[in-house]
């Protein structure tokens, strides 16, 4: 794996115009002039179009601080594309409630929005609307247009943005259950990115089936001062009870400390994988 300072100029982002991911691709944009934004259907797909090079980067969710993990977002890294992350980015998450613009709300039958959305709101949903049908959509900007396209007792949950975009009216402002909320996107490319003295590593990897292995690995981590920031762990897809571990790391994969921390946990390892070394976004 090398890092690249190639121009990172065609951006696949889930679509459309209107996603929290939309707002996460024009941030990674403020840094690249003469962006073009290619809006996809679905996380895998926007993924996919760096894959197949229709993309020099995705921007993918990649957890939230109330829904936790993205699972769609892991099994691609994990299982299926052979991306890199280089960049990380952490947008604040207002949600709202939307309808059509002259929409009859007297009985909402069905409220629509992204899985992690509706996870988001779960409290919410449950206090305000807990007889009420729920219905999962590709993206939060689909579901708005969904709301509009029906009219009367039906809502959206989504951002501000999409329902400017589409002239629906907002009924609620903020209904997540933690104003806190904020989701990690990550950047997804063919390379991760260059050192800059205040990183972020991702690790993919499977102990030895003996006992300790795993603390034996940790402990790796704290001989060499590491600070470890979050551990996953996820299904290997073999048999029942079989795990990888992914963990986020402070330092970059070629700082010394790291690369040696690494070397020296090999013999507890049955696979390693770094999955990308790229710059610490700022936390509120």
Excluded: W
């Amino acid at each position: 794996m090398t890092d690249t300072d190639d121009p990172l100029n065609r951006i696949a982002y889930l679509g459309p115009a209107g996603t929290f991911t939309e707002q996460a691709a024009v941030l990674f944009a403020g840094e690249h002039a003469g962006s073009e934004f290619l809006p996809y259907p679905s996380i895998t797909a926007s993924a996919e179009a760096v894959a197949r090079d229709e993309a020099d980067v995705a921007i993918v969710p990649f957890e939230n601080s109330l829904a936790g993990a993205v699972g769609e977002t892991h099994d691609l890294i994990i299982h299926q594309l052979d991306l890199h992350i280089r960049n990380e980015l952490i947008i604040p998450i207002e949600h709202c409630l939307i309808v059509a613009p002259d929409a009859d709300t007297s009985e909402i039958g069905v409220i629509y929005s992204h899985p992690q959305a509706l996870g988001q709101c779960q409290r919410y949903l449950n206090r305000r609307f807990p007889d009420v049908r729920t219905e999962a959509t590709l993206s939060t900007a689909q579901a708005v247009a969904r709301a509009v396209e029906l009219g009367d007792h039906v809502a959206a949950i989504a951002p501000r943005r999409a329902a400017h975009l589409h002239d629906a009216r907002i009924l609620e402002f903020g209904i997540e259950d933690d104003h806190r909320n904020a989701t990690r996107f990550v950047v997804l490319a063919h390379e991760d990115h260059k050192p800059t003295g205040d990183d972020s590593s991702t690790i993919l990897f499977t102990t030895a089936n003996r006992p300790g292995a795993l603390l034996r690995v940790l402990q790796h981590f704290a001989n060499a001062d590491i600070n470890l920031t979050r551990i996953e762990s996820r299904p290997a897809r073999e048999r029942l009870g079989t795990y990888l571990f992914l963990i986020d790391c402070d330092g970059h994969r070629t700082d010394p400390a790291l690369a040696n921390a690494l070397t020296r946990m090999e013999p507890d390892l049955q696979q390693l994988r770094i999955i990308g070394s790229y710059p610490k976004a700022p936390r509120n």
